[in-house]
């Protein structure tokens, strides 16, 4: 059976659990910043590159992976947000990204293995691929409207670079998430596509919007609705939402997506809104009850939890919606759908 399809039977079963925020895990952890850098040798600093600690301090991503499917978790979202050549750059260690991916999946993957083994219920690893700090849509100089400091061709690159360490670590699917850019994305499926043909074998994608405004909107003006249609073509495995806001804000976005979408709902958001001290205040029972209503309403099949949420977060959880039924896809009426800023529909 295909990773595929034993991810759509599970989700067909119950409500899945992903795992909640990694950052805030690892800054709790105070590390310094020999932990970072170990014996790597690297010219920049590297305190706060969090994917790098799959080289220099494992043990640290493998016990936030344990704790998360202790808790609960039935996919592993491996600690590489940023473990891209661009991201990299920035700590220079472009030249590590293979290793960084290979052995995050690793990690992910033998903690997965273990918790499946124990009790025979699938886990699942997802590839995490962040967005770069690149925007393809638009410009960085207000004076120059045409600028761009990336172009498509290198992004795809860039991208099916990460995913492809990913897929060799063992990751079951690529997880693009916290878009903020919609034509980043589509760089995105071109470099999945592209080594699903290389390796001659399918590579599920799964694809979470962030929103930048309470009305609905990613940095590049797309709607929800209006991102839904520029990448249902690529068939993920999962569309949603993560970031952004607190569930509460999240809500009437949900519930737009779960009407249209035909792939599986996966929302994580985060715990809240941070305070003043940008620190994530609200408690697990309140962010389980908040994400328990999608799940009553039919309108998830898979929940979990982003920045500011903890292991206890994602326990709440999946508490919370267990013995629920996960949502099921709608039937849509065939019609042409297309995307700019907003959506068209020319109905039949």
Same mark, same amino acid.
């Given at each position: 059976m295909s990773v595929r399809q034993k991810f759509l039977d599970s989700a067909a079963q119950r409500i899945l659990i992903t795992d909640g925020a990694f950052g805030t895990e690892i800054q709790n952890r105070k590390l310094t910043e020999t932990d970072y850098a170990?014996?790597?040798?690297?010219?920049?600093?590297?305190?706060?590159?969090?994917? %790098?600690?799959?080289?220099?301090? !494992?043990?640290?991503?493998?016990? %936030?992976?344990?704790?998360?499917?202790?808790?609960?978790?039935?996919?592993?979202?491996?600690?590489?947000?940023? *473990?891209?050549?661009?991201?990299? *750059?920035?700590?220079?260690?472009?030249?590590?990204?293979?290793?960084?991916?290979?052995?995050?999946?690793?990690? *992910?993957?033998?903690?997965?293995?273990?918790?499946?083994?124990?009790?025979?219920?699938?886990?699942?690893?997802?590839?995490?691929?962040?967005?770069?700090?690149?925007?393809?849509?638009?410009? !960085?100089?207000?004076?120059?409207?045409?600028?761009?400091?990336?172009?498509?061709?290198?992004?795809?690159?860039?991208?099916?670079?990460? *995913?492809?360490?990913?897929?060799?670590?063992?990751?079951?699917?690529?997880?693009?998430?916290?878009?903020?850019?919609?034509?980043?994305?589509?760089?995105?499926?071109?470099?999945?596509?592209?080594?699903?043909?290389?390796?001659?074998?399918?590579? !599920?994608?799964?694809?979470?919007?962030?929103?930048?405004?309470?009305?609905?909107?990613?940095?590049?003006?797309?709607?929800v609705e209006a991102f839904w249609y520029a990448v249902r073509h690529a068939k993920p495995l999962t569309i949603g939402l993560n970031c952004s806001f607190g569930a509460t804000q999240l809500r009437p976005h949900v519930r737009g997506l779960s009407e249209i979408a035909d792939s599986l709902i996966m929302v994580y958001p985060n715990a809240g809104l941070p305070n003043e001290l940008g620190e994530y205040d609200e408690l697990p029972p309140t962010t389980a009850e908040l994400v328990a209503e999608w799940a009553k309403a039919?309108?998830?099949?898979?929940l979990g939890g982003c920045c500011g949420s903890t292991p206890a977060h994602i326990a709440a959880i999946a508490k919370s919606v267990q013995g629920l039924e996960p949502r099921k896809l709608p039937e849509t009426p065939a019609a042409m759908r297309l995307a700019g800023l907003e959506p068209f529909i020319l109905a039949a």
């Amino acid at each position: 059976m295909s990773v595929r399809q034993k991810f759509l039977d599970s989700a067909a079963q119950r409500i899945l659990i992903t795992d909640g925020a990694f950052g805030t895990e690892i800054q709790n952890r105070k590390l310094t910043e020999t932990d970072y850098a170990g014996s790597l040798g690297l010219s920049h600093d590297q305190k706060g590159n969090n994917d %790098i600690l799959a080289l220099t301090r !494992p043990d640290v991503p493998e016990a %936030i992976h344990r704790a998360y499917f202790e808790a609960g978790a039935d996919i592993a979202e491996t600690n590489t947000f940023s *473990a891209n050549r661009i991201s990299q *750059a920035d700590y220079g260690a472009q030249h590590l990204v293979r290793e960084i991916n290979v052995e995050s999946a690793r990690l *992910a993957r033998k903690v997965a293995d273990e918790f499946a083994a124990k009790d025979g219920r699938p886990r699942f690893v997802a590839g995490a691929v962040g967005p770069t700090n690149k925007t393809l849509s638009l410009s !960085p100089d207000v004076n120059d409207p045409g600028f761009r400091e990336i172009d498509w061709d290198v992004l795809v690159d860039v991208y099916r670079e990460q *995913a492809a360490a990913l897929v060799e670590g063992g990751a079951d699917f690529i997880l693009v998430e916290t878009i903020f850019d919609t034509l980043n994305c589509k760089a995105a499926i071109m470099a999945v596509k592209q080594l699903e043909r290389e390796l001659g074998r399918d590579v !599920p994608i799964m694809l979470s919007m962030t929103l930048t405004d309470l009305s609905g909107r990613n940095l590049s003006g797309h709607t929800v609705e209006a991102f839904w249609y520029a990448v249902r073509h690529a068939k993920p495995l999962t569309i949603g939402l993560n970031c952004s806001f607190g569930a509460t804000q999240l809500r009437p976005h949900v519930r737009g997506l779960s009407e249209i979408a035909d792939s599986l709902i996966m929302v994580y958001p985060n715990a809240g809104l941070p305070n003043e001290l940008g620190e994530y205040d609200e408690l697990p029972p309140t962010t389980a009850e908040l994400v328990a209503e999608w799940a009553k309403a039919g309108q998830v099949n898979v929940l979990g939890g982003c920045c500011g949420s903890t292991p206890a977060h994602i326990a709440a959880i999946a508490k919370s919606v267990q013995g629920l039924e996960p949502r099921k896809l709608p039937e849509t009426p065939a019609a042409m759908r297309l995307a700019g800023l907003e959506p068209f529909i020319l109905a039949a």
